[in-house]
């Protein structure tokens, strides 16, 4: 992605006529530039875990060659998972079409996601730049990086204390297991000639038994290095009951030159170091963006629909505070607490919102958020088009 502001972007977008188009109204893939950005690929059919996991990697390269591109080209993949036997398929699978040095990877478990299916796949890939990459700590076999870097952007996995050397993950208690991912995140930038204060985006998940818990200073200290966007998301769990803590960034190379960043007003934010909106060159993060308000009131407490409406709103006057358009809207990422029918409730909701807006969209119901009346959380990114 080109980082000086104004250069032409075009945009597009592949259909397929998958389950989450029809009632999400979005696209498979948006594509804006040499960027392809997926929505969540799921299975055409439920089945075991390996078959799910079979059929959304074959969905992946799919829709990859119909973009001109390949699965030599992805920077990132986020693979979620209901099933415990999921973790399996999915260490089986991602190998045989990701070879070494392979992608980004993060591995998160949650309880439901849409259809009632057991896996789900996200993607982003920059066209023809594969050959390119510089990676850092590739993992032998297990076709996965510790991080990607392309031209000036940087894409670290979600790492957990299974990835720290000499961890011993939860046993080494929870302040210790963050400063040792925090420490691995902050090696894994500087692997690939980055740094902390480069970071853009953040996201980290908690497994549901520390949640509540205060983050520790390492992670905070982390975050002030650039004040970027934030979500932090309670999971069901991560590849291992030893991680209860999983953390990943993008960065983009001198950052503290290029970004503009945009408050909403909130003390969560200024305790927790990060901003509601990042842009650099044409690019903006929206962070995780719950319908709280500043004063911390909760508006439409535990009511879906009425939140996502809200957030929306929110989202919307973060990207036209940043100068870009509603219209440029690319990606977004909802956390929906709750069963089946809220996700359902979530999906209908997002249609009327932002369908038919090109842009990629996938839903994943988590077992709690920051606060029992905060039921909806939504990440947003948008790229300037070029009209």
Known sequence: MNYEKGVPIVRSTITTGNHLESVLGTATLAIAGDRLISSGLIPSQRGSAASEARQVYQAAADVMHRAGSSLADVVRVRAWFTDADAIEALRATHPVLFDDPGPALSVIGVPNLPNGVKVMLELEAVIGSGAGFQRYMPQEGQGWSHAVRNGKEVWVSGLTSIDVEGSNGASDGYASTVTGVMDAVSGALIGVGAEPSDVVGTRHFMARDVHGWALPQSKLDFMAHSTPTSAGITIERSVSENAPFMFECEAVIGASDLVTRVSSGRTFETEHKYCRAVRAGDVV??????????????????????????????????????????????RTRTYVVGGADKLVEAQTALQGLIGGMDSAAAVIGVPVLGRPEVVVEIEATAIAASG
Do not use: F, K, M, N
């Open 285 to 330: 993060y929206v962070a995780g963006t719950t319908a709280t308000v500043p004063g911390e009131i909760v508006q439409s407490p535990y009511e879906v629909t009425g939140q996502v409406d809200h957030i929306l709103g929110t989202i919307r006057w973060a990207i036209e505070e940043q100068g870009l358009a509603w219209s440029d809207l690319v």
